[in-house]
Nanobody, 120 residues
Framework: QVQLVESGGGLVQPGGSLRLSCAAS????????MEWYRQAPGKQRELVAHINSGGSTSYADSVKGRFTISGDNAKNTVYLQMNSLRPEDTAVYYC??????????????WGQGTQVTVSS
């Protein structure tokens, strides 16, 4: 079993910053990728940022230059630093990982989601 625990969401004013964390724990052998998605009311879930085991990153065009994804391999944790937040960034943010468990199989797991609200 693998668990993903997210934290760091909340209410922030436009132009403000938040840092999300997602910690993976359990029967993990190795992590291939960790990603952040978001889903706003009435919209489809979209990929926001991606980081792989080699440290390569990619971002949605809407967040480039404002969001930074980073990882701590020793802690199996991924972070999303969000700066210059806009009202359109309001959504539930989800962490997702693709990994190999100790039994040797590859799986993907999702976190429970954390609400980010950008409003004055």
């Amino acid at each position: 079993q693998v668990q993903l625990v997210e934290s760091g969401g909340g209410l922030v004013q436009p132009g403000g910053s938040l840092r999300l964390s997602c910690a993976a724990s359990g029967s993990i052998f190795s992590i291939y990728v960790m990603e952040w998605y978001r889903q706003a009311p009435g919209k489809q879930r979209e990929l926001v940022a991606h980081i792989n085991s080699g440290g390569s990153t990619s971002y949605a065009d809407s967040v480039k230059g404002r969001f930074t994804i980073s990882g701590d391999n020793a802690k199996n944790t991924v972070y999303l630093q969000m700066n210059s937040l806009r009202p359109e960034d309001t959504a539930v943010y989800y962490c997702k990982t693709v990994l190999k468990v100790t039994a040797g199989y590859d799986y993907q797991y999702w976190g429970q989601g954390t609400q980010v609200t950008v409003s004055s």
